[in-house]
């Protein structure tokens, strides 16, 4: 019997020969997220434009598909390419600044991608729904108000809630025609009429939010 | 040693419910098939405390369990059990009545001699069992000592733990709080518990420590087995102290975890000897980015066990400078040692440089401590800086903080006089006691705006608690204007005595309490490991 209890050997640890490195796998995976959670950030804080639009997490799939009452419609990822490099002396040197930097500058060219995406997709997505208005040989004010007229506008916190993409000279253009716009008392009630008419259309879009047989 | 511990645990064990329980384990895992679940006990259990079929040998083993020793007025009584064992036939649907059978008799104690002769002598071979083989507690150390990864040893009550702590291991850096819990959970049971109870509670945490430890080795990694083992070991000196166990009760078992732990770290110095060349350079090339932060606590955790191994070695009278030694070359190739991401390093700072110190490499102690009081002193000394994560937040802390936006601008946060710092007052204490005056007083602008924080235990019980709701949280704001004279002596003071019990036993106790415990790690005052100063600048 003692020969049957000696054949099993399991208690001495096995010797390993060569050495093998500590991998801290717990702080590679905490440095993967706290990575994109930074670029993400500073991505958002580099450029106003994305800072105003709210972000929602893609955990799985490739195509976001909305349904609504006027069909479906199809949107598809797009990927955002990014190359972070650091010297490999910086990282021995554990130059932590080094390694900000080319994150921030990630982040940056992320941002840059991503604004010029969101342009396009604005583009196409307002061309399919006959929201875009040019204003080519019009006078300011009336493109504007056609340009409002055709915008559905919501009323949540009781003020209108929208925003226009114009173009670098049209934006430094309003920017001075409407103080300007402002004084004027017809243009204020046209402006005021028309804020009226949007806002009834709001409160009678959210009336109709019930179920019925 | 561990042998001792197995005796200690099987002499500890009552017969039913305890030692009948483990003994089936063993079985199981030598590849025996034990009947039933449950063993008849009492006038119609025949002499037969468990039956156990053995697949390969096509035998079915009778096994009459004794716990303690067998006397030689057990003898009537025995004598009796091996007969019913021999002559009443053992029934059950599944097994042939007459298949070959094999009596054993197991005492967890020691068989007298007397009794062993009057067994040989009864010839119950002529009842048809043929001889009846003795186990006792040799055969059975031997026999969990073979198998001892393979059994289950441990209380009832900490079981469940046990098997789902043992399921989920990963990494220890992942795994620390939950090995903790079980740890603490386990060697609670002594409350309340005495004599053999208490022997039963600490032999089978040792093994289970052992068994985690292994289990680590198992996965590839003996980093994560060092480290259990080193936190296993804390958290019983912190059982020994608030139990009140006397250090010839807790002797034993003290010996068998620095057993554990020498061959554990032994095995890494051998890899470390066998492959000199990776330790030329420690980087992992197929890390990413993240190797920034894992490069330093790479060459600190290696840096920090070899020199652990080599106190370890020395207070067993085995002289190991070569391990210090590739302690000297790691540090002196890797700048990185010095770059601390984390104040969570303190412990294996304190323990490194105690060993270079210690073992005749000063000169290398000094360079570190001069680049890492630079280095501290750079994240910790200006308005706004991101200072190093405190030693009480884990590792997977680091990342986030320090990848993430922090302006500039003046603003509540910055406001401060300087971060709180567990880590930099360590740095001035080693660089003062060594006469570094230079690297303390080019920083002393930087030294003097931060605040250095420290916990101070009420006493040595607390001191080994890993987180205690008493003691004193101590910040020290550092004047602008100081004295060399003055912080010298405030550096130089040595470790009250009422903390020092343990350690005056177990040297390396305060060591392992550092690495187990980093927030501790100021409480290991050089003074007790390197009582001769060194030269001064």
């Given at each position: 019997m003692a020969k049957r209890l000696k054949r099993r050997g399991t208690t001495k640890p096995p010797r390993s020969s060569a050495l093998k490195l500590q991998r801290f796998p717990s702080v590679t995976e905490a440095f993967g997220e706290a990575m994109w959670t930074f670029i993400g950030q500073v991505a958002r804080a580099s450029d106003p434009f994305l800072a105003r639009i709210a972000e929602r997490g893609v955990p799985e799939g490739d195509v976001l598909v909305q349904h609504d009452v006027r069909g479906k419609r199809r949107i598809d990822m797009q990927e955002a390419l990014t190359r972070i490099s650091v010297p490999t002396r910086a990282v021995r040197e554990t130059s932590i600044p080094e390694l900000m930097e080319a994150l921030v500058k990630a982040g940056r060219e992320l941002a840059g991608q991503k604004a010029k995406m969101l342009v396009e997709r604005l583009n196409q997505t307002t061309s399919e729904t006959g929201r875009v208005f040019s204003g080519k040989g019009l006078p300011g004010f009336e493109?504007?108000?056609q340009a409002v007229e055709k915008t559905q506008i919501d009323f949540d916190s009781g003020e209108p809630n929208f925003a226009m993409m114009v173009g670098a000279d049209l934006y430094d253009w309003l920017g001075k025609a409407i103080p300007e716009w402002e004084k004027d008392p017809v243009k204020t009630r046209r402006w005021h009429a028309l804020m009226d008419r949007k806002r009834r259309a709001y409160l009678a879009r959210e009336r109709s939010r019930k179920l019925v047989d | 040693m561990l042998g001792n511990v197995l005796a200690s645990w099987l002499t500890s064990l009552r017969e039913r419910g305890e030692f009948e329980v483990c003994f089936r384990s063993l079985l199981r895992a030598q590849g025996?098939?034990?009947v039933g679940t449950r063993t008849t006990h009492g006038p119609i259990e025949y002499g037969k405390d468990v039956v156990a079929w053995h697949p390969q040998e096509e035998i079915l083993y009778l096994f009459q369990l004794k716990a303690g020793d067998v006397k030689r007025s057990d003898w009537p009584d025995l004598d009796r059990q091996l007969y019913e064992l021999a002559a009443v036939p053992y029934d059950h649907p599944n097994y042939v009545v007459d298949a070959p059978r094999k009596a054993v008799l197991v005492c967890t104690g020691q068989v007298d001699a007397t009794v062993q002769d009057l067994i040989a002598k009864q010839k119950h071979a002529g009842r048809g069992l043929g001889a009846v083989v003795v186990w006792d507690r040799e055969t059975l150390?031997?026999?969990y000592s073979?198998?001892?990864?393979?059994?289950?040893?441990?209380s009832e009550a900490v079981a469940i733990d046990h098997i789902r702590v043992w399921s989920h291991v990963a990494d220890y850096g992942a795994d620390e709080d939950d090995l903790w819990s079980f740890f603490t959970d386990y060697i609670g049971l002594l409350e309340g518990a005495g004599g053999r109870a208490r022997h039963r509670i600490l032999s089978g945490y040792v093994v289970a420590v052992a068994q985690l430890a292994q289990r680590y080795l198992s996965t590839g990694s003996s980093y994560s087995a060092i480290d259990c083992a080193i936190l296993g070991a804390v958290v019983f000196y912190g059982a020994l102290l608030r139990h009140c166990l006397s250090r010839k009760v807790a002797a034993v078992y003290c010996m068998t975890l620095r057993e554990l732990l020498t061959g554990l770290l032994q095995g890494l110095a051998d890899a470390c000897e066998s492959d000199q060349?990776?330790?030329s350079d420690l980087s992992d090339t197929r890390a990413g980015l993240e190797e920034m932060f894992l490069l330093p606590l790479r060459v600190h955790s290696l840096t920090s066990k070899l020199s652990l191994l080599a106190f370890m070695k020395e207070q067993a009278d085995e002289t190991d400078r070569n391990t210090v030694g590739l302690v000297d070359s790691i540090v002196r190739r890797h700048p990185s040692f010095s770059h601390v991401v984390s104040e969570r390093q303190a412990g294996s700072l304190v323990v490194t440089l105690l060993a270079l110190l210690r073992h005749g490499f000063p000169d290398t102690a000094r360079d570190a401590v001069v680049r890492a009081l630079n280095w501290v002193a750079g994240h910790h000394g200006y308005?706004?800086?991101p200072g190093l994560p405190d030693p009480y937040r884990p590792i997977a802390d680091i990342p986030s903080h320090f990848l993430r936006p922090r302006s500039r601008s003046s603003g509540p946060a910055e406001s401060r006089p300087g971060d709180s710092s567990y880590l930099l007052p360590i740095l001035v204490k080693f660089a003062s006691l060594r006469g570094q005056r230079g690297v303390v007083e080019k920083n002393w602008p930087l030294i003097s705006r931060t605040t250095a924080t420290e916990y101070i235990p009420r006493d040595e019980t607390e001191m080994y608690s890993r987180r205690s709701t008493q003691g004193e949280l101590r910040d020290r704001i550092y004047p602008r204007t100081q004295s060399w004279r003055?912080?010298?002596?405030?550096?130089?003071r040595a470790t009250p005595t009422k903390y020092l019990s343990l350690a005056k036993a177990y040297p390396e106790t305060l060591l392992l309490l550092a690495l187990a415990y980093p927030w501790r790690a100021a409480l290991c005052e050089p003074s007790?490991?390197?009582?001769?100063?060194?030269k001064r600048e």
């Open positions: 493109a504007i108000m | 025996y098939v034990p150390v031997k026999a073979d198998d001892l990864f393979s059994v289950q040893v441990l060349t990776a330790l308005p706004g800086a003055v912080l010298r002596r405030q550096c130089s007790f490991y390197l009582p001769t100063r060194g």
